[in-house]
Every structure is written in structure tokens, then in C-alpha cells.
């Protein structure tokens, strides 16, 4: 009888302790760290395009702060500043002369401190870029350092004595010649930059360099500048021994996308990211946000993970990648991209952050062709929903949503006919490069209607005045068009427009936390219509389903999922009962689960 009590006995505790044990896991595996960062909607301002306040054709600070009350109408929480830094604009911006003085053209520093108080009387934070792998070959540090061999700040920069012979090939992602070590006569030695020949690479390898930066990060947090996206911070790290590498050795050690993963692969890189966070980060509750050029799913978390103490979180390419021809020069495969290969990215990128480190969502940026023209539909009958589609992606995936000014009306490419029509430095020198060659350049301006730069750079359309109101001069680009009928003015006073669904839409993310903190869990991986998820934070359950396709099509729901109300869906009427629902072309919906 004894025995039989003690057996009982301890039986139930094994079972409490497992009981116990589930709960404690279940609970460890769904705490959630909440931060700003994390749930606040991020608007991307492309300061050059956004408004003119002088007439001289380029968008400027005072432009934007004229602008503070849309912003805030738009219901989000974080601006991401392209750079805005004192710079000769070989690179509009990321060729930076002065870290710490803005750009005539854009202002003065009286405008920026102006700027910042009106986001943050609004409530709305504000990140700036920080471009740090390079500087302007403007910058007095690169002045001095090409100067002379012994100059003091030689080793801000990295050289290669003539004396050695030809520098180990390295590749530039936009000098004509493809090289990216160009030699200086001055003191008979070639600099490195991966990017443009004026645009020459610091060298991380120097802590008096690596002070420095630190030191100018933290004057702009004093000034209260609330976080960093940092352009292609991957790519700090190099090995001064400089090996002489060849593609093929790369290609065997990274396969495709060799010279940026190479260059995403460089010794000490989070040492550095690590003493950049001790350093200046820990300090301040700010957005460290990273660039992840080259950066693969499986060392993602290495940039993120909490424990690391490096960054926040970063933007991927594995997503704005997909569909290219291989070769370069940005040429997307006529046979494009399926729906089966966007969701399983999407999905194994979302998989890596679920439980530690965090993501973010993006479809277009100042680097992208303008979302709706990629990723969805721009003709005239999809145009609309399909915008909407792609802003309801964003806005209800798991990791910071990002929405790249003019993404809340729908602006399209703007499919240039001439080189000459071309500002970016991208893709005018591609276009030499090809000529050189003796390509027949036909085919690549075809291409790059779809997938050049300046297709996401022209100025935001306000109205449908001359210019799109937004330069009473000449535009330094372009302006889109297609602006009579895609405008600001328009849609605010139109109910049913791309960019009133944008408010409806953000609304619903900022009052369910499961669309931002929630599970996700992919339905249909095969489907190649549909795309639909179910994100679970607790009790609350929310199925997103979108269709990606000019068709009407009848889902059916796997078995289990029974659909509850819904939340919000960009056409008026959904036909749907608990087990299938129709979707129109590029209709959404999102329902609550029961
Ligand atoms: O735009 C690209 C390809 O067309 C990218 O490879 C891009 O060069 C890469 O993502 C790095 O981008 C960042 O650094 C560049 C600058 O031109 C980009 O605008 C910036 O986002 C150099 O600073």
C-alpha cells in the first residue's frame, strides 16, 4: 500500500515537471523583447526626390520638414534618411567629403536640427544612413592620406606600393574599367574601392581610423539622431595581405555572387561590429541596422543574434535578387521569378530570426526598381490592387517593415528610353563598360527599364501639376509621367485609393501585435498563385492570403484552418465561407482565425 502511495506520488510529479517544463519552453520560445525598432513602420525618405523647397531642381531638407505633416498622416514611425553628408554626389550621397556637415544642396546643419525636432515633436524617429566602408575621395582624411606615403593618415586607406607591381585583381561594382584598385600618381600606389574610383575604402584595420568613426556615430546620437542603417557594412572588413584570389577560386568558395560574398567574408568583421556596439551602440537605444550585401542565410544571425551583441537587424538581397539573368548587369530572365521561389525565401529568412536576432521587409528601396513595376503589376487594370497587395505583404510579415517613399501611392518605373535620361552612376557606367566591350547596348537599356536604379529615384508626385509639385525649377531627373493620375493630392481624396488602403493597413498592424511579434507559418508552399500565411501570437491568429496573379482564383484551406472575419481585404467584397475563399486578381485578405 506504501509503495503503491510513493508510486503514485512521485508518477504525478514527473508529470508536473513535464507539464511544467512544456510551458516553460513554450513561454522561453514565445517571450517576446519588444522594442521600438522592432514594431515601428519605417518611411524611407530619398532626400534628392522628395520635395524642392528653393526651385534648383533638388529635393532639400526644407522640403521635407514642409512635408511633416503627411509623413505623420501616413501613420509611421521611423524615417530612414539616405545620406544627406557634405559630398561631391558622385554616388548622390554615398561618397561622403564631410561626415559631419550636410550637403549644400540639401541645407544647412540649422535645417537638419529643424527636421529632427519636428519628426520627434511628431513622435517619429529618425535613422540615418552611415557610410563607412568608403568616403569621398574629397574627404580631407583621403587628401591627406594620398598626399604623401608617410602622411599621418596614410593608413586611413588602403594602398598598394607600384613598386609591387599590378594589385591583386579586386572588383568594382561600378568603375568603368571594372577594377577596383586605381592607381595615384601622386605617391606612385593604387587605392582600393569596391565602388566607384571616388569612392576609395577605409581601412577598418586601423583603430585610429575605427576611433574616429566611433567618435563621429556618437556625435549624432548626442545630437539625438535615433539609429544608423548601415550601407554595406559586410564589406568593412579586408584582408591586408591582399591574396591574390581568382573568380574561379571564389566561385568554388561561394558559388554564385562571388566577389560579394567574398567581400562580405573579410577577416575580424564582427570583431569590429562587436567593438562598434561596445563601443557607441550599447550607449544609446538606437536602430543598428546593417546593409547585408553578401550575406548568406546560414551566417545571418552572426550580424544579429542578441547574445553577440553586434546589430539589430538587417536587409537581406536574397528577395530583391531573385529572377536575374546570370552575367550582371542587372538583365531580369524573361521567364522572371516564380511565386514557389519568393515564398520559400521569404519564409527560410523568416525562419532564421524565429527565435533569435530579427528581420526586415522591404521590396524596393533607392537601390530597386519601384515595387509594384518588379513585384507586382503596374498596368493600368492591376495597377492598384497590386500595390495594395504588396503593401499588405509588407505590413503583415514577420520583422520591420520598410516603405519606400511613393510605395504608399503606387509609383511606378519610370522606363527611360535613353541612356541620357540616366543619372546613376550604376548604370551609366555599366553602359560605358558594354560599349567598350562592343556590346550592342540595346538589349541592356531594355533591361534596365525594369531594374535600373533610377526607376525608384524620381521625385515623389504630389499633385498633378507641373513636376509633379515637387520643383518649381528643372528636376534633376525626370520626373514620372504617369504623375496627372498617380499623385498624392488625388488619392487623399479618394476613398478607395492605394493610399488610403496604405492607412488602413498600417492601422491593423499597429493594433495586432501578432502581425508584428506573431509566429509565421507558411500554407500552399507549392501553390503558384497564392501566397498565404498564419502568424499566432497566443490567442490571437491571423490567416494573410494574397493572390499574386491576374486570375480569379478559389483556395481552398488546408484542412484544420477555418477562416473568422475579416480584418481588411482591397476589394469591397470577398466571397468566402469557412473552408475556401475567392480571390480576385491581386485581392488580399486577412482574417482572424477561429
Ligand atoms: O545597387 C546595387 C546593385 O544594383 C547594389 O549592389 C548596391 O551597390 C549595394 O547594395 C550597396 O549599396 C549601397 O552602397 C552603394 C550605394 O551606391 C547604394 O546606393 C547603397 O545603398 C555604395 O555606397
Known amino acids: 500500500m506504501y509503495k503503491i502511495v510513493v508510486a503514485i506520488i ?18 522561453s520560445k514565445s517571450e517576446i523583447q519588444r522594442e ?40 509611421i514611425d521611423i524615417i530612414w534618411l539616405n545620406p544627406v553628408y557634405k559630398s561631391p554626389n558622385t554616388d548622390n550621397g554615398y561618397d561622403i567629403s564631410d561626415y559631419e556637415a550636410i550637403m549644400e544642396e540639401f541645407g544647412t546643419m540649422a535645417d537638419f536640427d529643424e527636421l529632427l525636432e519636428g519628426l520627434h515633436n511628431r513622435g517619429i524617429k529618425l535613422v540615418m544612413d552611415l557610410v563607412v566602408n568608403h568616403s569621398s575621395d574629397e574627404h580631407r582624411w583621403f587628401q591627406e592620406s594620398r598626399s604623401a606615403r608617410n602622411n599621418s593618415y596614410r593608413n586611413f586607406y588602403h594602398w598598394w606600393p607600384a613598386e ?55 556625435n549624432w546620437f ?3 539622431v535615433d539609429g544608423f542603417r548601415m550601407d554595406v557594412i559586410s564589406f568593412i572588413a579586408k584582408d591586408t595581405t591582399y591574396p591574390r584570389v581568382t573568380e574561379e577560386e571564389l566561385k568554388e568558395i561561394y558559388g554564385d555572387d562571388t566577389w560579394g560574398r567574398y567581400y562580405a567574408d573579410g577577416p575580424n568583421l564582427h570583431a569590429y561590429l562587436r567593438e562598434m556596439n561596445e563601443e557607441v551602440l550599447s550607449q544609446y537605444d538606437v536602430m543598428a ?9 546560414d551566417n545571418a544571425l552572426k550580424f544579429v543574434d542578441e547574445d553577440r551583441k553586434e546589430l539589430d537587424l538587417f536587409f537581406h538581397f536574397d528577395g530583391v ?27 527560410r529568412w523568416n525562419d532564421v530570426f524565429a527565435e533569435k ?99 525608384g529615384r524620381t521625385p515623389m508626385q504630389w499633385n498633378n501639376s507641373l513636376n509633379a509639385g515637387f520643383t518649381s525649377g528643372i528636376p534633376w531627373i525626370k520626373v514620372n509621367s504617369n504623375h496627372k493620375k498617380i499623385n498624392v493630392a488625388a488619392q487623399e481624396n479618394d476613398s478607395g485609393s492605394i493610399l488610403n488602403y496604405f492607412h488602413k493597413m498600417i492601422q491593423l498592424r499597429k493594433n495586432n501585435p ?43 484551406l488546408p484542412v484544420g484552418i477555418k477562416t473568422g472575419s475579416v480584418e481588411i481585404s482591397n476589394y469591397d467584397v470577398t466571397d468566402v465561407n469557412e473552408e475556401r475563399v475567392v480571390l480576385k486578381p491581386y485581392q488580399t485578405v486577412i482574417f482572424t482565425l477561429k
Not at 565602388?195 to 574616429?212: C, H, M, V
Not at 541596422?289 to 542565410?297: C, H, K, Q, R, W
Not at 542587372?330 to 521569404?346: A, H, M, N, R
Not at 507558411?522 to 494574397?546: F, N, W
Open 10 to 27: 512521485l508518477g504525478y510529479m514527473v508529470i508536473s515537471c513535464k507539464l511544467n517544463s512544456a510551458e516553460n519552453s513554450n513561454d
Open 36 to 75: 521600438w525598432w522592432k514594431e515601428g513602420v519605417v518611411y524611407q525618405i530619398y532626400p534628392r526626390s522628395f520635395k524642392d523647397s528653393d526651385g534648383n531642381g533638388v529635393g532639400d531638407l526644407r522640403g521635407i520638414i514642409s512635408k511633416l505633416d503627411y509623413i505623420k498622416s501616413l501613420g
Open 357 to 455: 536576432g530579427w528581420g526586415s521587409i522591404y521590396l524596393g528601396n533607392h537601390d530597386q526598381p519601384r515595387m509594384v513595376s518588379r513585384w507586382g503589376n503596374d498596368a493600368p487594370e492591376y495597377h492598384n490592387k497590386s500595390a495594395e497587395l504588396l503593401q499588405t505583404f509588407i505590413l503583415s510579415m514577420r520583422g520591420t517593415a520598410f516603405i519606400y517613399y511613393g510605395d504608399e501611392i503606387g509609383m511606378t518605373n519610370i522606363r527611360f528610353d535613353n541612356i541620357e535620361d540616366y543619372r546613376d552612376i550604376e548604370t551609366i557606367n555599366w553602359y560605358k563598360q558594354l560599349k567598350n566591350m562592343g556590346k550592342n547596348t540595346d538589349k541592356y537599356i531594355e533591361g534596365w527599364k525594369l531594374s535600373a536604379r533610377d526607376n
Open 222 to 224: 548626442d545630437k539625438g
Open 514 to 556: 501578432v502581425l508584428v511579434y506573431g509566429s509565421y507559418e507558411l500554407l500552399s508552399p507549392d501553390h503558384p498563385q497564392i501566397y498565404a500565411y498564419v502568424r499566432t501570437l497566443g490567442e490571437s491568429k491571423m490567416l494573410v492570403v494574397l493572390n499574386f496573379s491576374t486570375e480569379e482564383i478559389e483556395y481552398q
Open 321 to 347: 535578387s531573385l529572377g536575374y539573368s546570370p552575367g550582371g548587369y542587372k538583365q531580369l530572365d524573361p521567364e522572371g521569378w516564380s511565386l514557389t521561389e519568393f515564398k520559400d525565401i521569404y519564409t
Open 289 to 297: 541596422l546593417g546593409e547585408g550585401a553578401g550575406v548568406t542565410i
Open 164 to 218: 609591387k607591381g599590378e594589385p591583386p585583381y579586386r572588383r568594382s561594382f561600378f568603375d568603368v574599367t571594372g577594377k577596383a584598385w586605381t592607381y595615384d600618381k601622386t605617391t606612385n600606389a593604387y587605392y582600393l574601392h569596391y565602388f566607384s574610383r571616388k569612392q576609395p575604402d577605409l581601412k577598418w584595420e586601423n583603430p585610429e581610423l575605427r576611433r574616429a568613426i566611433y567618435k563621429m556615430m556618437r
